[in-house]
């Protein structure tokens, strides 16, 4: 196994996580609200980790982040104003990438086909950071986004599996 | 028609002029017999960085609409393909259909960069560029031989260019339709080449050309780039080489990019990735080639154009695609295809969620985190064998180092004794090592003890995964109480 790749990579950051949540040792360990809460925390630390993990530059990277950061702040309300900001400078980048993206589709969905389209904004919502890239974007994020979701689930597999034993 | 294209191809260039094949070639011919030129030309050197600048001058300052210059090119070119229509009239007819007259005066853009002695024709050099890739595009069966022998007798001289391959070169005639099927033949005919193709290309190119609009330049600049390309990444992947292209040819098509956008841009980066692909393949007919250019028929305008080069983008994005999602590959056709692809990415986070809260739901075994991390990287890198070895020997040495203190040595030891357990899931040969552990410590705390019996006897008695489970949790709970 490659040390260095993206598998490697992703376990080692996982795992870690993976133990910081487990370390949090709360009153009750096995009550539904519990489970849950570490669900969202572990599938958060996945998440995050994966993106993390990924070396070459993705815009859906960047949207997962962005996404964990804005619910954890949220809920939290800690720093608001920062994150506001930042929320506005990327709605301004998204709002504006999705008028450029208007402007390819349109010639775009000329060219694919209108019932391509439908399925294309459907791509779209599932791919994090979908709504602002034009068609062939998107088609190459999906193919990175499946790939590292291949490997996400792969490792996560194995650390059940060892778990589970 | 035969007898035409044996005059031009027999005229030296000074004595072009007098020849009158038809008003068109003589304009044409004009270009290429003046002397300035023909002095500019003689830098074999840097032909590349020569055309370079010629595009780049031109398309950064031309700021001329593109529909104009389409229009003015599809005339040009008609008017060229004419010329060739006089001669062969299956390869060039049916894209070319304009009046004979070749009227070059009509086009006026604004850039006259570097070659001055060329009555400033940006759209020669598109026309040169299409007629040029015309005749690469598979229409070599349409040139007859005789045409290209008269074509290199005036070739060789004309060009002065193309000295290191003047034997492939035969067919860069003065002649503009000549020429271009020359560049065509000699772009085929050597691939292996790509630098001195691309200087051909360019000189050739150059030659005609004293500047460039942004359609016009387009299909050129791919030519040249596509040669240049060639030679990095001939065995790159199809994405690789678009991504890589359109990295590279990033500065180039943003010089002209301005008017033509992204359209061309990717048009150029297309034709490059085409021809690149073309010339690494030489004897085979360039079918891609002809997808990126004009179709029979089909619209030569940027639009179309770029639509068409997006349009091979996104297939050549499906098909990746499809190799990364299982059994996609009976299905065929775009919205299925996706459908797939939606149904697969939805599966697949569905699949995260679901092992995240079987994470979840686990029992947290915070201090197998490190032994945990080494065993299932060992397992993952296939050292199993030799991982279990050597847990079994820190097993074995465990309890000679061991202090009879419960809380940190159980914990340490659990792990061990997973470990060993998985070893011996695997070859069933640690319990003697483990009863041995168990013998030689007495000392070890009585739960230390029973633990480790039961887990002993249960994984004497069955050696299956389900019962080591059982094994372990039963003495974790034990344990941890």
Redesign the interface.
Known sequence: ?NPSSL??RF??RF?RA??Q???RKPIC?SSPTE??R??R???AA??KSMAYSVRSRRTWTGAVLWKLRSRSCGRRSVKTSTLVKSQQAIEKKTRHEKQNKNT?TT??G????F??EA??S??RE??PGGEAMD??NL??E??H???C??T??KV?????D???? | MAEVLNRTAAQRQPTWNTRGLNSATEQVGNWFLNPNWNNSMDQSDPFESALSSMVSSPAAASNVPVSGENVMMRELIGKLGNICNSGDASCYSTPLNSPPRLNLSMVNLPNQSTLAPFSADPGFADRAARLSCFSTGGNFGGLNDPLMDSFKLSGNQSVNVNGTQSNQNSPMAGNSGSDKKNTGVSRSSSPENAESGVSKEESSVSQQIPSRNDAGTRKRKSIPRGKAKETPSPAAADDKVASENDESNSKRSKRDGAPAGNGNAKATNDGDEKRSKENSKPPEPPKDYIHVRARRGQATDSHSLAERVRREKISERMKFLQDLVPGCNKVIGKAVMLDEIINYVQSLQRQVEFLSMKLATVNPRMDVNMEALLSKMFQSRGLLPQGIYSMDSSAQAFPFGYQPQQGLPLNNGIPNITETQFSMKTQGFQLPSINGFTDANPQVGSVWEDDLQSIVQMGFGQNQPQSYQGSITTGQVKIEL
């Open positions: 196994m598998k490697s376990a080692t795992l993976l133990t949540i487990h370390a360990p489970i849950f570490r669900y925390r572990i599938k996945a998440d390819t010639t775009g000329h060219g694919v086909g019932g391509v399925t294309a459907e791509l599932l791919v068609y062939c088609l190459d999906t193919a986004y499946i790939k979701l291949t996400q689930v996560m597999k194995k650390i059940a060892f778990y589970s034993l």
